[in-house]
């Protein structure tokens, strides 16, 4: 069975990197899948923040993209997200997901992990 | 990019049926049929209810199902019951490669 876990800091300072990891269990992460990352905002809706694929290529959301690192750990079977210069408005669950190919849906997610940035 | 319209919220009985559109553009919506939808409670991470307009995966009851005509998809959800009570959204692939959800739908059961 597919499981995915997120790790990383739960606090961190405006203007500094937000760090995150995605552990995947029972399925290859060099399969052919993307490897995506969503957040959701206190209270509010979903925002797609990118994917990636086992060999390294990424897509990211316009809008992120100039903050956004994406990379992948194939021998922990892992993957990663790296969001730089940081504000409040970056306070989010953050969740990784699997998707069957670029752009398609995700079909196992993660159970979230919140991250908060405060000084 | 901008997100998908949803409507903020729909309300229906127990054993109606409802549903839950989801507007685009002839660049996402409109132009692929990538189209999903995912079911969202409380403090959970979101479920795939639907995937590629209209189809189910397994597990989930066929009291559900998607459509799409031009640029705006649906979900229906018939015989509704207390559990279907939750957030629901849909996404969509767009012409950038890239993913666009919509707002979000919070449904309420009578």
Redo the contacts between chains.
Sequence with gaps: QVQLQESGPGLVKPSDTLSLTCAVSGYSISSSNWWGWIRQPPGKGLEWIGYIYYSGSTYYNPSLKSRVTMSVDTSKNQFSLKLSSVTAVDTAVYYCARSEAAGTFFDYWGQGTLVTVSS | ?S?LTQPASVSGSPGQSITISCTGTSSDVGG?N?V?W?QQHPGK????MI??VSNR?SGVPDRFSGSKSASTASLAISGLQAEDEADY?C?S??S?????????TKLTVL
Excluded at chain 2, 45 to 48: M, N, T
Excluded at chain 2, 96 to 104: K, L
């Design positions: 990019q997100a692929y990538f999903s995912y991470a979101p479920k795939l995937f590629e995966p959204y996404s692939y767009t950038s490669t890239t993913v666009v959800f919509g707002g979000g």
